[in-house]
């Protein structure tokens, strides 16, 4: 989840006008129940569609609604590791999404890979009950990334 405060809104005047329809915030912040992701739409699609420069998304669900509005292989998936279990918080590159039929519900669980980890739950909440069924890819990002200029 995201969250803010009413003393981090954006203070210049001028800044807002240029941000709108956006709300600018000078500061959010997040909690780890679900994995964070952080969209580069690539310059040129940027440019054009009005786009800001990055995307900060969370959980996979709203992550697959983002980036299916954007043209394909257009845009860099990082995830938003928190600092949890002697590991340093960071950002790594997705190189996979895989949804799975849930346990308890009807909705899917979600799992992620980057270059550097295995595959990790994108909930907490998801480590917390095994779960055996397949794995479908929902996700596979192209090679290029958009966030280096």
């Not at 600018?24 to 679900?34: K, Q």
């Not at 054009?48 to 860099?76: H, K, N, T, W, Y």
């Amino acid at each position: 989840m995201l969250f803010t405060d009413a003393n981090w809104v954006e203070s210049s005047a001028s800044r807002r006008a240029i941000a709108k329809p956006y709300q600018p915030w000078r500061c959010v912040g997040w909690t780890d129940e679900e994995v964070c992701f952080w969209v580069f739409p690539e310059r040129d699609a940027n440019q054009a569609g009005g786009l800001p420069d990055g995307l900060l998304v969370v959980g996979p669900e709203v992550l697959l609604d983002v980036i299916a509005q954007m043209p394909p292989d257009a845009f860099s998936v990082y995830v938003l590791h928190p600092g949890s279990q002697g590991r340093a918080a960071g950002l790594a590159r997705l190189t996979g999404l895989y949804s799975q039929p849930a346990v308890a519900a009807t909705a899917l669980d979600y799992w992620y890979r980057t270059g550097v980890d295995d595959l990790r739950p994108c909930s907490i909440l998801q480590s917390c009950v095994r779960n055996d069924a397949p794995l479908k890819l929902a996700f596979a990002p192209s090679v290029q990334d958009c966030s280096v200029v």
